[in-house]
């Protein structure tokens, strides 16, 4: 099941990036062929980038496309979050199909970081927007050079929720292979999807979020099984200086932990390691509410929503955390093995401690006399 609109109105928002030339046209034009995308409106740089004559189009006026299958094609210049609003605007007006949801593409060299910080703090797009999937296309015959020369490359793969493997039928297989092992050690959970010539089922890559809680009864146990790293992760992919420091580690604990203290430790993670964080997500229990784990995530410093599931997918209750990180030292990575530890423990002795002891309730003070019982007082005092 795709995800869909929210109870609240907010419809999902799928970020499409990818290194240039590794296929985010093809992709995009094969999924916007879909009966299952009908009602897409997709944002783009520019209409150049986008093979706009590979699709039906019924009209074009301005600076907007209307395609057959009644999606919206439309262009932003920098303000993203203006073409957003603008878009939901003509919408409301009815100067466009109503769309069910949107496509940000962005330009091949661009470090997604930002735009994801944009697109879940920008009141202006919260309010009508959920972030749902951030999907990466990689060239199976060049995206391994890719990730030697380009750090934009490197930044797109380890902030993934879905590769799409592009042009696999024009890579050797030995190529495929080490691309997929360089992949795996810069992202080791993500789902890398092999793609020829864009087709490709919607679902099997759109509903990353488990935002939408019908579509998340399908999705819930494959994200929670990408929490799981090997015991031995291998080292990161030595041919190039920009991915060699990229490395993941997680962290699991069975206790449950205090919210209040593992939400200071978190804000303050990852602001002072934003450059070298940068991504964390994970499944917690939560001292208190240990039936409903709670999911967290993090791209450098842009902390995602929190979200409570109304129950543990499968019957291991361990906390987990997995990071990605880019010269991230293994002295930090103990220390903050260090602090998550310390957390459990004073979670511990927090439920340990014994109830503060209550202070009396004074007695409640008279009510003050009327100002009938005043006067009778008075002249009750004065001499006949």
Not at 265 to 280: A, C, D, I, K
Request: hydrophobic share 40%.
């Amino acid at each position: 099941m795709l995800p869909g609109v929210l109870p609240d109105g907010r419809l999902p928002l799928f970020l499409l990036t990818g290194f240039l030339g590794s296929g985010k046209t093809t992709l995009l034009n094969g999924l916007l062929r879909s009966p299952d995308l009908a009602h897409t409106a997709v944002l783009m740089n520019e209409f150049g980038e986008i093979g706009i004559d590979n699709l039906l189009v019924s009209e074009i006026r301005d600076e907007l496309v209307l395609l057959e299958s009644g999606c919206v094609c439309c262009e932003y210049l920098g303000d993203l979050s203006g073409a957003i609003q603008n878009l939901f605007a003509k919408r409301e007006a009815g100067e466009i199909p109503q769309f069910t949801r949107l496509v940000l593409e962005t330009t091949g060299l661009a470090d997604p970081a930002p735009i994801l910080d944009t697109l879940l703090n920008d009141l202006g797009i919260v309010l009508l927007l959920y972030l749902d999937t951030v999907i990466v296309t990689v060239d199976a015959v060049f995206g391994l050079d890719q990730l030697v020369e380009h750090p934009e490359a490197v930044k797109q793969a380890a902030l993934a929720d879905r590769i799409v493997l592009t042009k696999t039928d024009l890579a050797p297989p030995e190529t495929r292979d080490a691309l997929v092992g360089a992949l795996r050690r810069l992202n080791p959970t993500v789902p890398i999807v092999p793609v020829v010539l864009g087709e490709v089922s919607p679902e099997a890559l759109l509903g990353a979020s488990l935002m939408d809680a019908e579509a998340r009864k399908e999705r819930l146990g494959q994200w929670v099984a990408g929490l799981d790293l090997p015991k031995e992760p291998e080292a990161a992919h030595p041919h190039g200086p920009h991915d060699a420091a990229v490395r993941s580690f997680s962290v699991r604990f069975d206790e449950a932990v205090d919210f209040s203290l593992f939400a200071r430790f978190f804000s303050h993670l990852t602001h002072e390691e934003s450059p070298r964080l940068l991504r964390v997500k994970g499944l917690l229990r939560i001292a208190g509410d240990e039936e409903r784990p709670l999911v967290v995530q993090a791209v450098q410093r842009v902390l995602y929503p929190t979200q409570r599931l109304p129950l543990w997918p499968t019957p291991d209750r361990t906390s987990r955390l997995v990071f990605i990180a880019k010269n991230l030292s293994s002295e930090r990575e103990h220390e903050i093995r260090t602090e998550l530890a310390t957390i459990v423990s004073e979670t511990k002795a927090k439920a340990l401690a014994p109830p503060p002891p209550q202070k009396p309730v004074p007695e409640p003070p008279e009510p003050a006399p009327s100002l009938f019982e005043r006067l009778r007082r008075h002249f009750s005092r004065q001499p006949r």
